[in-house]
């Protein structure tokens, strides 16, 4: 294996929940005045931090989000989880690859903890991941495209930046680990690959993964 850390993006990569939050985010956007598609949705907002949703709706209409929209949209959230998420095909495979061949890995994700954890706990995910292996944006002052999140989990698990790689769905998180010196492979699942031109590889099937990595 060329790297000493595996450093995982969470919605899209590990859980299948890009269709489900941008949904849920779109309707919700659209019901407080904010006509919102959910192809909006991803171009806008997949991978980002939630304080991108507010400083976008704010900067185009002048206009805050309600306080308790957070909270209202991750109670949507959860509970679509609850009766719908899956892991991403294969991911588990990968993951037990992984720790078989003793290669150390994390998840650095733009959601929050409590995402983060539902989202393992309701797929069977949260086998994989101990307490020091989930880093979220809301660990640093500032989320994808900026490189923090990244280059804390990296410091967090010891590891030197030019010796981690990232994996990716979106073009944000792209950004962020090229910011942070990583190399970034880009999973082409629900992005089209031109917009993760940036990454060092492309795949779209977990079962390369694997491969690339070598």
């Given at each position: 294996?060329?790297?000493?850390?595996v450093i995982f993006d969470n919605d899209g990569v590990l859980v299948d929940s890009e269709?489900?939050?941008?949904?849920?985010?779109?309707?919700?956007?659209?019901?407080l005045g904010h006509p919102t598609s959910y192809d909006d949705s991803l171009r806008d907002y997949m991978g980002a931090a939630m304080h991108r949703v507010h400083d976008l709706i704010e900067e185009r209409t002048g206009r805050g989000l309600p306080e308790d929209f957070d909270d209202v949209f991750h109670a949507r959230v959860?509970?679509?989880?609850?009766?719908?998420?899956?892991?991403v095909a294969g991911v588990g495979e990968v993951l037990e690859k992984l720790a078989a061949d003793g290669v150390r890995y994390c998840v650095a994700s733009s959601g929050s903890h409590e995402r983060i954890r539902v989202g393992h706990r309701t797929t069977g995910l949260d086998r994989w991941f101990d307490e020091g292996q989930i880093f979220s944006s809301q660990d640093v002052g500032r989320g994808k495209p900026a490189p923090d999140l990244f280059l804390y989990a990296a410091e967090r698990m010891g590891v030197a930046a030019e010796r981690c790689v990232v994996?990716?769905?979106?073009?944000?998180?792209?950004?962020?680990a090229v910011a942070a010196g990583m190399d970034v492979y880009g999973f082409t699942a629900m992005t089209a690959a031109?917009?993760?031109a940036g990454a060092d590889g492309l795949f779209g099937d977990m079962g390369e993964l694997l491969e690339l990595l070598r």
């Amino acid at each position: 294996m060329r790297y000493d850390l595996v450093i995982f993006d969470n919605d899209g990569v590990l859980v299948d929940s890009e269709p489900i939050s941008n949904r849920l985010l779109a309707g919700y956007l659209t019901e407080l005045g904010h006509p919102t598609s959910y192809d909006d949705s991803l171009r806008d907002y997949m991978g980002a931090a939630m304080h991108r949703v507010h400083d976008l709706i704010e900067e185009r209409t002048g206009r805050g989000l309600p306080e308790d929209f957070d909270d209202v949209f991750h109670a949507r959230v959860f509970a679509a989880f609850e009766r719908e998420l899956k892991p991403v095909a294969g991911v588990g495979e990968v993951l037990e690859k992984l720790a078989a061949d003793g290669v150390r890995y994390c998840v650095a994700s733009s959601g929050s903890h409590e995402r983060i954890r539902v989202g393992h706990r309701t797929t069977g995910l949260d086998r994989w991941f101990d307490e020091g292996q989930i880093f979220s944006s809301q660990d640093v002052g500032r989320g994808k495209p900026a490189p923090d999140l990244f280059l804390y989990a990296a410091e967090r698990m010891g590891v030197a930046a030019e010796r981690c790689v990232v994996v990716e769905d979106s073009p944000l998180g792209v950004q962020a680990a090229v910011a942070a010196g990583m190399d970034v492979y880009g999973f082409t699942a629900m992005t089209a690959a031109h917009k993760l031109a940036g990454a060092d590889g492309l795949f779209g099937d977990m079962g390369e993964l694997l491969e690339l990595l070598r």
